[in-house]
C-alpha cells in the first residue's frame, strides 16, 4: 500500500508546510467534512466566496481547506465533490492558521496550517485510483476525536446549563430525522431547520438541531452550536459527523452493554451503591416485580417539553420555541431472592424494545390488552442491564435509583416494531452458576 | 467512666421483598420467618389435581413435587388461569399463607426446560441465602 501510494508521488498533509511553497505540492485524502458557501461581497469590487471542508489521509491527521473564487467556481466545485469522494489537490497554498478565525466557523484540526484552493493556482479532482481511494475509505467512518472524548446524552442531561455554549463532542445513534422547516436568515437568504433525534443507551431521545443553509441543505455538516439547560444539541459549521463510526468507538458507545458482564444479585447491587458514589453496571437475573403498564397512560407515556432560550441568532428565527420529546417513561420493580430494587427507571427505546410496540402503538391498546401485556413480563425472571447509583444518602431507604439499560427475557410475544427497532431485547441462556458464585 | 468503642456501622437490614425459588417443603419453611422477611415463592411442580371452582370464584388445583403436595389458589382478578393439564410441571410465582396452607399463585405457566433444568441451582441459592439471613435475624 505505502508503495503504491508512494509512486503516485504526493505528499502526505502532515508534511505540508508554507515553506514548500514554490514546490509542486499534491496531497490526497478524503472528504469529511462540508462547510456552508459564504459570500463576501462587500470586501472586493467582484463578490468571493469561501468554502470550506476538511480533509484527511490518516486517522490522526486531518487539515481544512478553503477555496476561494467567484460565484460560478465555488458551486462547480461544491457540486462535484461531496463527503466521502477520494480527492486529489494540487498546488493549494499552505498557510498558517488564523487561529481565532478558523476554530469560530471550521472543525478544530490537529494540523497548525490550512490550506488554500485559489481558483487560478490550485486544482481538485476525484482520485481515479481505486487501490488509492480503497485504502483512504476507512477513515470516513474514523472519527477526528479521542474516541473517549464525547459525552453520553445522560451527562449532558445532568451538566444542564454549565453546558451552555459549548463544543462538544457526541456519540450516539440517530432515533428519527424530523421535517424540514424553512426560515429566512438574517442574510435575507432562506435556510432549512431540521430537528434529529438522537438516542444512547441511557437517554431515550435528544433533539439536536440541524440548521442547514438553503443551498447545501443535503449535506452532513453540523456543528453542536449550544447546549441550552443542557437539552438540546444545535448545529453550525465547526462540526464533523462520522457515520457508524468504527468498531473502536461503537465499542464504547455500546460499553453499557458489552462490557457489562458481571452478573450481580439485587443485594449486590444496593451495597455496591452503598459503597462508592460512582455510578456502577451490572446484570441481574431479576424478577419483574412491578410494572405499572394497565395504570392511566399519562403515567407510562410522558411528553417533556423544552425551551429554547432564543439565545443564539439562529433560534430567533424560528417561531418554534418548545420542542418535546414523546417516550415511555416506565417504573418497574427487580426482585430476587436478595431483595427489590424499586423505580427502576425504563425509558425509550429500552422499553419499546421490551414491550414490542411503540408509543404510538401502545396508546391504540385497550385496558385489557395492556393488562395481557404486562402480565407477560410480571413476575418472569429476566436478565437485566442497569447502571445504579446512590441517590440520598441521608435517607436510610431505598436511596438507590436504577436505571434499565437493557432487558431480555424469554417473553413469548409478537413484536409490533419494524425489525429495524427490534434491538436490545433477545433471549438469554441462564447460567446455572449465577446464582451460586461466590463472591 | 466506659470508653466508647466505635461500633462498626452495620448495614441496615434489607426487608424489600423478596422472591424464593423453592421446592413445595422448601416454601412451607422459610415461610415462617415471612414477618421479618417479606416473600414470593417461585415453585417448579407438577398439577395434581383437576381444577376446580372454590370460594369466591377463585381456582382450586393441588400442585406436588416428590412427596409435597400444596394447595394453590387463582384469582382471576386480571388474567384468566390459562388451560392446565394434570401431569405437566408448571412454574408457579405466589404467596404462601401459613395458617391457611395455601399458595395463592399470581402467575402460572408451563415450564421451560431450561427453567426446570436451573432451578437445583437456584433453590441451592436462595436456601444459603436465607440460612445466612435468618442466623442474622437470630444474631440480632
Known amino acids: ?439 | 467512666f466506659v470508653e466508647q468503642k466505635s461500633v462498626p456501622k452495620k448495614a441496615p437490614f434489607d426487608n424489600s421483598l423478596r422472591i424464593l425459588t423453592a421446592v413445595i417443603d422448601g416454601m412451607k419453611h422459610w415461610s415462617q420467618f415471612k414477618d421479618k422477611v417479606m416473600c414470593f415463592f417461585e415453585i417448579f411442580a407438577t398439577l395434581d389435581s383437576a381444577v376446580t371452582i372454590g370460594r369466591h370464584g377463585a381456582k382450586n388445583f393441588l400442585l406436588r413435587d416428590g412427596k409435597e403436595v400444596v394447595q394453590c389458589l387463582f384469582y382471576e382478578h386480571e388474567q384468566e388461569l390459562p388451560r392446565l393439564i394434570r401431569g405437566q410441571v408448571y412454574r408457579c410465582v405466589g404467596n404462601y399463607d401459613r395458617v391457611r396452607d395455601v399458595l395463592v399463585c399470581m402467575s402460572i405457566r408451563a415450564a421451560k426446560p431450561s427453567e426446570v433444568r436451573n432451578a437445583q441451582e437456584a433453590i441451592k441459592a436462595c436456601d444459603t441465602h436465607m440460612r445466612k439471613l435468618v442466623r442474622l435475624l437470630h444474631e440480632a
Open chain 1, 1 to 439: 500500500k505505502v508503495l503504491k501510494m508512494a509512486a503516485i508521488n504526493h505528499n502526505s498533509i502532515s508534511e505540508l508546510h508554507p515553506k514548500l511553497l514554490y514546490l509542486f505540492q499534491k496531497v490526497i485524502g478524503i472528504i469529511i467534512g462540508k462547510t456552508d458557501i459564504k459570500g463576501f461581497p462587500d470586501r472586493k469590487i467582484i463578490t468571493l466566496f469561501e468554502r470550506s471542508f476538511s480533509f484527511t489521509d490518516s486517522p490522526d491527521f486531518f487539515i481544512n481547506v478553503s477555496a476561494w473564487g467567484s460565484d460560478g467556481y465555488i458551486n462547480r466545485l461544491c457540486s462535484s465533490f461531496s463527503i466521502g469522494d477520494v480527492v486529489i489537490i494540487e498546488n493549494p497554498l499552505v498557510t498558517t492558521k488564523d487561529l481565532e478565525k478558523e476554530e469560530r466557523f471550521c472543525p478544530t484540526t490537529p494540523s497548525p496550517y490550512r490550506l488554500m484552493l485559489a481558483e487560478a493556482h490550485s486544482q481538485m479532482c476525484l482520485c481515479v485510483d481505486v487501490d488509492t481511494s480503497d485504502s483512504l475509505l476507512p477513515l470516513i467512518h474514523m472519527p477526528v476525536k479521542d474516541s473517549r472524548d464525547f459525552y453520553p446524552l445522560g451527562d449532558i442531561v445532568a451538566n444542564g446549563k454549565s453546558l451552555d455554549g459549548s463544543f462538544i463532542n457526541i456519540l450516539a445513534a440517530v432515533k428519527a430525522i424530523g421535517e424540514m422547516k424553512l426560515f429566512r436568515k438574517s442574510d435575507g437568504c432562506q435556510g432549512q431547520r431540521m430537528e434529529v433525534k438522537l438516542f444512547d443507551e441511557l437517554v431515550s431521545s435528544f433533539p439536536l438541531i440541524w440548521w442547514v443553509s438553503y443551498f447545501v441543505f443535503y449535506l452532513l455538516v453540523i456543528n453542536f452550536d449550544s447546549f441550552r439547560n443542557g437539552m438540546t444539541a444545535a448545529v453550525n459549521s465547526k462540526t464533523i459527523i462520522t457515520v457508524n463510526p468504527g468498531k473502536r468507538v461503537t465499542a464504547s458507545f455500546h460499553q453499557s452493554i458489552t462490557s457489562i458482564t458481571a452478573v450481580y444479585t439485587v443485594g449486590q447491587l444496593k451495597e455496591k451503591s452503598q459503597e462508592s458514589p460512582e455510578t456502577s453496571h451490572g446484570i441481574t437475573y431479576s424478577f419483574i416485580s412491578k410494572l405499572d403498564l394497565d395504570s392511566c397512560v399519562s403515567k407510562v407515556i410522558r411528553t417533556r417539553w423544552y425551551a429554547h432560550s432564543g439565545r443564539t441568532g439562529w433560534v430567533t428565527h424560528c417561531n418554534n420555541f418548545f420542542s418535546s420529546i414523546t417516550g415511555f417513561d416506565l417504573m418497574m420493580n427487580l426482585t430476587d431472592h436478595t431483595g427489590t430494587l424499586h423505580a427502576c427507571t425504563l425509558r425509550s427505546p429500552v422499553a419499546e424494545a421490551m414491550l414490542g410496540c411503540t408509543t404510538e402503538q401502545f396508546t391504540h391498546l385497550t385496558d385489557n390488552e395492556r393488562t395481557a401485556m404486562k402480565w407477560k413480563f410480571l413476575l418472569e425472571r429476566c436478565k437485566t442491564y442497569v447502571k445504579v447509583q446512590l441517590l440520598f444518602t441521608f435517607r436510610l431507604k431505598d436511596s438507590v435509583q436504577t436505571h434499565i439499560i437493557n432487558v431480555c427475557g424469554n417473553f413469548c410475544f409478537r413484536s409490533s416494531l419494524p425489525p429495524g427497532q427490534r434491538v436490545g431485547c433477545g433471549q438469554w441462556s441462564w447460567p446455572a452458576h449465577w446464582l451460586t458464585r461466590a463472591r
